[in-house]
């Protein structure tokens, strides 16, 4: 069975969105940016004090870690895409879900707090969407917005991926 892996902008709803389908599925939920802290005994902001290039290569090693894995729900860090040999790593069991969420819902309520690319200027929300937006489209398997009930959304997904999985739902 594939992992399910989730992508799409801080505060989309992929963790929330995760840890309801690991639940429904049985499968384990991993969260990358956890997996980065436990792995590190650091805060996402403390490695980001090293600059983002830092992280990104840390980042990059969780992600090769994690894919190994299999038959896992993986939430990833926003700015994965960034890096396409993640988007490898995360395709080799994977079937990558893009939670897309209006970006005016995302900035009406994300916390950015722990978000080191918004703490000082939520605004740049916006400049992340225009810059990650088309990398979310062009690398995922699958497109989920996310604008209905959490159920409806985890349905969806579970949807697709039975079909990958040629499963009954």
Known sequence: MK???????????????????AQKTEMEFIDVDDFIESSNKLT??????????SFRDIESIAVRELSKKKSVV???????????????????????????RPIQNIVEDIDVEGRPLLAKDPANVYRLFDERGPLYKKYCDHE???????????????????????LNV
């Open 3 to 21: 992992n399910i892996v989730l992508i799409g902008m801080p505060g989309c709803g992929k963790s929330e969105i995760g840890k309801i389908l």
């Open 44 to 53: 996402i902001t403390q490695i980001f004090k090293n600059g983002e290039v």
């Open 74 to 100: 993986i939430s990833t860090g926003g700015g994965v895409i960034k890096m396409y040999e993640n988007i490898l790593s995360l395709k080799k069991n994977g079937l990558i879900i893009y939670i897309n």
């Open 144 to 166: 989920v917005m996310n604008i209905s009930s959490l159920d409806e959304i985890v349905d969806n997904i579970l949807e697709i991926y039975a079909q990958t999985n040629n």
